[in-house]
């Protein structure tokens, strides 16, 4: 008996970048029949066990269903996942993004696994729709060309290249025109923008010109940013410019700088200090997030209290931490390990930080007034990207004007003014 239609279904792991690009994929795959798509991620072993643990129930649910597996793991190791029970085809993170790649006759053509080494160009793809979602991403960059000790995935997207002015803004007009009141700009490294496009602009110079070539749009963002390479524009913006949102995701890793030289970051605590210090000073409600990873090898206890002083001294919100992750072949996984366990202890010493961080943060903003983007009936972000609880009903993708009056387990309560 043939199972009904199901269309196409996408499990999503790891980044807004790939977030992205699984709409791109949706737009490709419209037609077909019985399909899902997983698109995974490499940035941690856990990442990778929970796609793998996703495909093997997504197999057992539908056994008739063809599963395509792409993302930064499929790119790297695309035998393991082809080994994979109910894996049709696995398709790398060029391929993944071609139209061709998604027609039913491709489907039956086997592995599609190209030299990611080799790409130099960032395709532009026009995404209208983020299922389920009131914010766009749009993805201005691919790739890097930095080696940090720990990280994998420059294996897996390949060197960086930009995307246009041009083919930026021309995505973020069809955005805007479906909808969309707030736009993301996402990458591998997206401060590495304009790198290889002629005279070499800067990030800062491509969110100038959005902001001016799409004056309708309501809400520009970034993604994590290198603390480095925020250049004077993008604080020119922070200073003046009300539709940039008052938010930095710092790609901060450590607080110590021994663990940071020996991760090859470049950069050292005192510039994220500064980096920090000169945001609050712009805009001192200016939310700010950082991801840190806890347990990098050679990490004692004395260099870990390093880092869990500067968090506390920081003060940061909206922490991403990870217990760190080996990765076969990083020069990082040749190093001295700090047991599991204790990278476990470790991170959610850091988190607790956070989470005491966010919480004071929040009180912060009892009695101000804040621009919340619906994205729930009752729910949605400020500028500031502090989670807020609406106490009545609106609509979602409508910006409300709202009062801060008490603060939660999950963020601000507010009222509608």
């Known amino acids: 008996m043939p199972s009904p239609e199901r269309g196409v279904d996408i499990l ?126 749009v993805e201005v960059q691919q790739g890097c060309d930095h080696r940090c000790t720990f990280c994998i995935i420059p294996f897996g997207r390949g060197p960086s290249r930009s995307a246009p002015v041009g083919a930026v803004v021309e995505q973020v007009r069809a955005l805007v025109a479906s909808g969309y009141r707030e736009v993301v700009l996402t990458g591998v490294d997206i401060t590495s923008w304009g790198g290889d496009l002629p005279g070499t602009p800067r990030l800062g110079q491509l969110c100038r010109r959005l902001l001016a070539l799409v004056p309708e749009l309501e809400r520009l963002r970034l993604s994590s940013v290198d603390p480095v390479e925020i250049d004077e524009d993008i604080w020119r913006l922070l200073e003046s410019e009300p539709r940039f949102m008052p938010y930095l995701h710092l790609s901060l890793q450590a607080g110590s700088d021994m663990i940071l030289k020996r991760m090859k970051r470049r950069h050292l605590v005192e510039d994220a200090a500064r980096v920090i210090e000169r945001a609050r000073s712009i805009r001192p409600r200016i939310g700010i997030g950082a991801d840190l990873i806890a347990g990098f090898p050679t990490e004692d206890d004395a260099l870990f209290e390093e880092t869990l002083a500067f968090v506390e001294q920081a003060s940061l919100p909206f922490l991403h931490v990870f217990p760190y992750s080996a990765r076969p072949g990083t020069p990082a996984a ?80 507010a009222e509608t003014i």
């Open 12 to 137: 999503t792991f790891g980044c807004r970048l790939n977030t992205y690009e699984s709409e791109v994929m949706r737009g490709h795959a419209t037609g077909l029949d019985d399909v899902i798509i997983v698109n995974t991620c490499a940035v941690t072993g856990e990442a990778e066990r929970q796609a793998r643990q996703a495909i093997r129930r997504a197999h057992r649910q539908r056994p008739g269903a063809r599963i395509v597996v792409t993302g930064c793991a499929a790119q790297i190791d695309p035998d393991r996942w082809s080994a994979l029970p109910g894996v049709t085809r696995v398709l790398g993170n060029e391929d993944k993004l071609k139209a061709e790649s998604w027609t039913p006759a491709a489907l039956t053509q086997g592995n599609a696994v190209s030299d990611i080494m080799a790409a130099r160009e960032t395709a532009g793809h026009l995404v209208t729709e983020f299922a389920g979602r009131t914010r766009a991403f």
């Open 334 to 413: 040749r190093m001295p390990a700090v047991q599991v366990v204790e990278r476990k202890v470790r991170a959610a010493r850091i988190r607790a930080l956070g989470e005491a961080a966010a919480q004071a943060y929040y009180r912060s903003l009892i009695g101000q007034d804040l621009s919340v983007l619906m994205e729930t009936a009752d729910s949605g972000h400020s500028e500031e990207f502090a989670p807020v609880r609406l106490t009545k009903l609106s609509e979602i993708g409508r910006i409300e004007r709202v009062r801060a009056v008490a603060v939660d387990a999950g963020g601000v309560v």
